[in-house]
């Protein structure tokens, strides 16, 4: 069974309990989704263009900036 799981400094730390290594890695996968370790391990494995680059830091920019004002107005 797994105890905590703690970010410290950048690393992920799973403690695993029992020799249940199948929950650990679950647990793993999970946060680095929560992160967005794959979307960007993905992003840099193919070229990039800097014009679509540009365009996508602004879409999420806008993305960004639209989710907060929803968080601001719901308060």
């Known amino acids: 069974m797994l105890t905590t799981h703690k970010k410290i400094g950048g690393i992920i730390k799973i403690e695993v309990k ?3 290594v199948e929950q650990a ?12 370790f794959f979307k960007i391990i993905k992003m840099k494995s193919i070229y990039e263009k800097p014009s679509e680059k540009k365009k996508r830091i602004r879409l999420e920019n806008i ?3 639209k989710k907060f004002q929803r ?4 308060l």
């Open 71 to 74: 968080l601001r107005n719901r």
């Open 25 to 36: 890695i679950r647990v793993l996968k999970r946060k680095l989704q929560k992160e967005g």
């Open 18 to 20: 029992d020799n249940n």
């Open 63 to 65: 993305k960004r900036a």
